[in-house]
């Protein structure tokens, strides 16, 4: 059974730093791996997508890697903004039962 | 619309009453999914439709639950006899399909339900 991890549960950090948030998984068998944003009281908006042939994604000041042998992935933000404060939430894509499971998410806070 | 809609955004129900949700994938997207987020915890997979049918339907909670999509398109929640425990928010998403495209899933704004 896949279990995503996502520690710690909660960050908060002042603005203008750069950082790097983890994600690891059990079972490196994936199709792919998505990043996900949601603000409080909303749904999820897709950041980031990761095919398993792939090392990386950038789009902006974000950018995902991925390692599928030692099943990890991070996502890294340059240049934190208060706007950037929500919960960051990592998704493996297991082909064979096209499942997406879910890591608890990271709740990012940047301080002004 | 462009995206995925859920309806109702929130639902107030009474113990043991029946409930309805309702999702409207993007339009094209021939895989639809059910998740439930309940406070504090990550997002619980329920089930998941390929067309209309339902390859996986091994996240269901309980007999109280159940699932249909007709036309390829709209699908919808029921939870019978509705208890406490059942108030999350429920997030629908649809993707291509899967294998055949990228996998990436766009997601609902959700239906909160609270029962009282």
């Known amino acids: 059974k896949q279990e995503v991890t996502q520690i710690p549960a909660a960050l908060s950090v002042p603005e203008g730093e750069n950082l790097v948030l983890n994600c690891s998984f059990t079972d490196s068998a994936i199709y792919n791996l998505q990043w996900f944003r949601q603000d409080p009281g909303k749904g999820l908006t897709s950041l980031l997508l990761?095919?398993?042939?792939?090392r990386e994604q950038t789009s902006g000041r974000l950018n995902a890697s991925l390692d599928k042998s030692s099943g990890r992935s991070t996502l890294y933000i340059a240049a934190s903004q208060p706007g950037d404060s929500a919960t960051y939430l990592c998704?493996?894509?297991?082909?064979?039962?096209?499942?997406?499971?879910f890591g608890k998410g990271i709740t990012l806070s940047v301080r002004p | 619309g462009a995206g995925v809609s859920q309806s109702p955004s929130n639902k107030v129900t009474e113990k043991g009453k029946d409930v309805e949700l309702r999702c409207d994938p993007i339009s094209g997207h021939t895989a639809l999914y059910w998740y439930r987020q309940s406070l504090g915890q990550g997002l619980e997979f329920l089930i998941y439709?390929?067309?209309?049918?339902?390859?996986?339907k091994s996240g269901l909670p309980s007999d109280r639950f159940s699932a249909e999509r007709t036309g390829g398109s709209v699908s919808t929640l029921t939870i019978q006899r509705t208890q406490q425990e059942d108030s999350a928010v429920y997030l629908c998403?649809?993707?291509?399909?899967?294998?055949?495209?990228?996998?990436?899933?766009?997601f609902g704004e959700g239906s909160r339900l609270t029962v009282l």
């Open positions: 439709f390929q067309g209309n049918s339902a390859p996986d």
């Open positions: 990761i095919q398993s042939s792939q």
């Open positions: 998704a493996v894509f297991n082909g064979a039962n096209s499942k997406l499971t």
């Open positions: 998403a649809s993707s291509l399909m899967p294998r055949a495209n990228t996998g990436e899933l766009f």
